[in-house]
């Protein structure tokens, strides 16, 4: 297929994806009021002037209240929201990589960004990655389909989702979220480029340990998706040189890929240790929330909340109206869906939003690819070497499963509902999805079945980007 034709279309497809992301940006609620908010600066202030606290310090009367991490306690006494108080002190659980980033603009232009900034930076980044990891399977595996399907699958990948919301909602939980999801996709394209290659690149490969301990330093909720991108790729470099009859060859790349991370890893342990005397403490255990986190700290994590948790992130249903936009989302569920199944009074949804099932019923096709590998991973557990797993689909699925499961365990598991969180796991579904579809459209022999196919395929992708942008606008 012309390549000047598939950019040409793809670009096409991003511009009216930047355009409506120009709109929710423009419509955000926090304009009413002239900021956002300013983490990442006050961060990286405190980090030129040789601190790890906020110069920002907690007032006084927050200070001697037998308990400040009880929020009745202080609730007339203002105070830094979300912010960590450990040993008089002000700081953040926020990762810090961003405000290290922003140091040198500050230092040089003098700029002092609203947590906004990094929002729209990253956000715009992650679509951007998305679109050219799609752009370079549809290269090399998709040219089957139909060049028209291309815009199709790029409007889908900018305009479902929470994005739009995000951009008109830009703080700093939005910002770190879209911040640790940007690196961890930057890193698994920067991989597929890697690893496709004739020879393993190990430079490639390097970058690819920086940027996934970037997204580390950036959420550190990440560990779990990046953890399983990391094993799957060490697998696939350890086969590769078991086929070549030179195992210790794979030692390079796997150096290569891992000691970023490890190094990555050493930084973050010192940086909680020389805040809060402990290398695994971010400070979660002493942030000043909306719920005493202390007194209820071993249920913010728990199995209790999946089922309720995924009901409310791929079943909420949303509201049909004959007033325009039509679409209205709904409010999260905080009532058990199961009457035998009593949940936390801790437990919380915040806002209106939509089940993805629901919402982008095209996130169907994602179960497809995990199932067509099945067969694959049996045959291998039972030593027929006839099947290879190293070859590179096997890594490119393997890789989008683990960072999809990866993201939606924790998320499965907090106590907290918030459309925000689909983050960690939507572009990893999405793009599985994509490739779901092109599976079934590759089995389809008749001319007649995939021109049914691609109808179907049709109409779900521009339901699904009607609806989720209905939706961002009345959530």
């Given at each position: 297929?012309?390549?000047?034709?598939?950019?040409?279309?793809?670009?096409?497809?991003?511009?009216?994806?930047?355009?409506?992301?120009?709109?929710f940006?423009?419509?955000?609620?926090?304009?009413?009021?002239?900021?956002?908010?300013?983490?990442?600066?006050?961060?990286?202030?405190?980090?030129?002037?040789?601190?790890?606290?906020?110069?920002?310090?907690?007032?006084?009367?927050?200070?001697?209240?037998?308990n400040l991490?009880?929020?009745?306690a202080?609730?007339?006494?203002?105070?830094?929201?979300?912010?960590?108080?450990?040993?008089?002190?002000?700081?953040?659980?926020?990762?810090p990589?961003?405000?290290?980033?922003?140091?040198?603009?500050?230092?040089?232009?003098?700029?002092?960004?609203?947590?906004?900034?990094?929002?729209?930076?990253?956000?715009?980044?992650?679509?951007?990655?998305?679109?050219?990891?799609?752009?370079?399977?549809?290269?090399?595996?998709?040219?089957?389909?139909?060049?028209?399907?291309l815009?199709?699958?790029i409007?889908?990948?900018?305009?479902?989702?929470?994005?739009?919301?995000?951009?008109?909602?830009?703080?700093?939980?939005?910002?770190?979220?879209?911040?640790?999801?940007f690196?961890?996709?930057?890193?698994?394209?920067?991989?597929?480029?890697?690893?496709?290659?004739?020879?393993?690149?190990?430079?490639?490969?390097?970058?690819?340990?920086v940027?996934?301990?970037?997204?580390?330093?950036?959420?550190?909720?990440?560990?779990v998706?990046?953890?399983?991108m990391?094993?799957?790729?060490?697998?696939?470099?350890?086969?590769?040189?078991?086929?070549?009859?030179?195992?210790?060859?794979?030692l390079?790349p796997i150096i290569?890929?891992t000691?970023?991370?490890?190094?990555?890893?050493?930084?973050?342990?010192?940086?909680?240790?020389?805040?809060?005397?402990?290398?695994?403490?971010?400070?979660?255990?002493?942030?000043?929330?909306?719920?005493?986190?202390?007194?209820?700290y071993?249920?913010?994590?728990?199995?209790?909340?999946?089922?309720?948790?995924?009901?409310?992130?791929?079943?909420?249903?949303?509201?049909?109206?004959?007033?325009?936009?039509?679409?209205?989302?709904?409010?999260?569920?905080?009532?058990?869906?199961?009457?035998?199944?009593?949940?936390?009074?801790?437990?919380?949804?915040?806002?209106?939003?939509?089940?993805?099932?629901?919402?982008?019923?095209?996130?169907?096709?994602?179960?497809?690819?995990?199932?067509?590998?099945?067969?694959?991973?049996?045959?291998?557990?039972?030593?027929?070497?006839?099947?290879?797993?190293?070859?590179?689909?096997?890594?490119?699925?393997?890789?989008?499963?683990?960072?999809?499961?990866?993201?939606?365990?924790?998320?499965l598991?907090?106590?907290?509902?918030?459309?925000?969180?689909?983050?960690?796991?939507?572009?990893?579904?999405?793009?599985?999805?994509?490739?779901?579809?092109?599976?079934?459209?590759?089995?389809?022999?008749?001319?007649?079945?995939?021109?049914?196919?691609?109808?179907i395929g049709?109409?779900?992708?521009?339901f699904?980007?009607?609806?989720?942008?209905?939706?961002?606008?009345?959530?």
């Amino acid at each position: 297929m012309d390549q000047k034709r598939i950019y040409i279309a793809a670009g096409f497809a991003a511009l009216v994806v930047l355009l409506i992301y120009g709109w929710f940006v423009s419509i955000g609620p926090w304009r009413a009021r002239g900021y956002t908010s300013d983490y990442y600066t006050q961060m990286a202030s405190a980090f030129q002037h040789g601190q790890l606290a906020l110069e920002a310090k907690p007032d006084p009367a927050l200070l001697n209240l037998p308990n400040l991490y009880d929020p009745k306690a202080r609730k007339y006494i203002p105070l830094l929201g979300d912010a960590s108080v450990y040993k008089g002190r002000y700081y953040l659980y926020f990762g810090p990589l961003p405000s290290l980033l922003l140091i040198p603009f500050s230092l040089i232009l003098g700029a002092k960004p609203g947590d906004q900034v990094f929002v729209y930076i990253f956000i715009l980044g992650l679509f951007f990655i998305q679109s050219l990891f799609f752009l370079e399977l549809f290269r090399r595996y998709f040219s089957g389909l139909p060049f028209w399907f291309l815009p199709l699958i790029i409007l889908l990948l900018g305009l479902t989702g929470p994005f739009m919301r995000m951009l008109s909602h830009p703080f700093i939980h939005e910002a770190a979220i879209s911040g640790g999801q940007f690196f961890a996709s930057t890193g698994l394209y920067i991989a597929l480029l890697a690893l496709q290659e004739t020879s393993i690149n190990d430079r490639k490969l390097f970058w690819v340990g920086v940027l996934w301990a970037c997204a580390l330093a950036t959420r550190i909720t990440q560990l779990v998706p990046v953890g399983l991108m990391v094993l799957v790729t060490v697998l696939f470099i350890w086969k590769e040189g078991r086929k070549e009859k030179a195992a210790w060859l794979s030692l390079r790349p796997i150096i290569a890929l891992t000691m970023p991370l490890l190094i990555g890893g050493v930084l973050l342990a010192w940086y909680n240790w020389a805040r809060f005397d402990s290398i695994i403490e971010f400070g979660l255990y002493y942030q000043l929330a909306a719920f005493d986190l202390q007194a209820n700290y071993d249920a913010l994590f728990s199995r209790v909340y999946v089922v309720q948790n995924i009901y409310n992130y791929f079943f909420q249903p949303f509201a049909l109206k004959g007033l325009f936009p039509f679409v209205f989302a709904l409010p999260g569920s905080e009532e058990p869906i199961f009457l035998s199944h009593e949940l936390p009074k801790l437990y919380t949804v915040e806002g209106r939003f939509a089940g993805l099932l629901i919402s982008t019923p095209f996130i169907f096709f994602s179960v497809l690819p995990g199932i067509a590998l099945l067969p694959g991973w049996i045959n291998a557990l039972k030593g027929n070497k006839n099947q290879d797993l190293s070859i590179l689909w096997t890594w490119i699925t393997g890789s989008l499963i683990g960072s999809s499961i990866g993201g939606a365990i924790p998320t499965l598991l907090i106590f907290y509902v918030a459309f925000r969180y689909e983050t960690e796991f939507i572009t990893g579904l999405t793009m599985l999805a994509v490739i779901g579809f092109y599976q079934v459209y590759r089995l389809l022999q008749s001319r007649t079945a995939r021109i049914v196919l691609l109808f179907i395929g049709t109409v779900l992708i521009l339901f699904s980007v009607y609806v989720n942008i209905a939706l961002a606008y009345t959530g």
